[in-house]
């Protein structure tokens, strides 16, 4: 009899145990679904960015292929519609896909070539193989030169052209 009572003693102790560890914690919080974060941060999901500017540097020395920077924030209200009018323009994202080495930033970088008229977004440059910043390659407004807005895609288009013909006249 007494081994009957430590058995069954013994038996529940384990399945309170083992009641109690499968269930999860009350105080367990829920895991919010999070979005993955790419390179592109919603510039074109579809394009390969160059993840720092020491890398996209490379890749268009050796490549031969002129870089564009977008220097950009994420809760910038100019920013945000720039980015969508630049991933909607299909013409755009096709040219930077199969010409450009292309990189985003969200920070400014040490180079002070970079910002030869003040650090202010969204602004793009464009430099080439031979890492000269493309200076003389501006956009529409005389105190912000390489600030551009959803208007000015056509600009941005020609723009790059010419980003793409001075790889060609001057390299």
């Given at each position: 009899?007494?081994?009957l009572k430590g058995l069954l003693s013994v038996l529940l102790v384990l399945v309170t145990l083992s009641s109690a560890m499968g269930k999860p914690e009350a105080t367990t919080p829920?895991?919010?679904k999070r979005i993955p974060q790419t390179l592109s941060r919603g510039w074109g999901d579809q394009l390969i960015w160059a993840q720092t500017y020491e890398e996209a540097l490379f890749w268009?020395?050796?490549?031969n292929k002129p870089l564009m920077?977008?220097?950009h924030l994420e809760d910038c209200p100019h920013s945000q519609s720039l980015k969508k009018?630049?991933?909607e323009d299909k013409v755009i994202q096709t040219l930077a896909d199969e010409e450009f080495v292309i990189l985003n930033l969200v920070y400014e970088t040490t180079?002070?070539?970079l910002s030869p008229d003040?650090?202010?977004v969204p602004r793009i440059l464009f430099v080439d193989p031979s890492m000269t910043v493309r200076a003389?390659?501006?956009g529409r407004y005389s105190n912000r030169l390489y600030a551009y807005e959803p208007a000015d895609m056509k600009l941005l288009l020609s723009n790059m052209q010419r980003a793409l013909k001075f790889l060609k006249t001057e390299l």
């Open positions: 009899m007494k081994m829920k895991k919010e268009s020395r050796s490549k920077v977008i220097f009018a630049f991933a180079d002070k070539h003040g650090q202010y003389d390659i501006t």
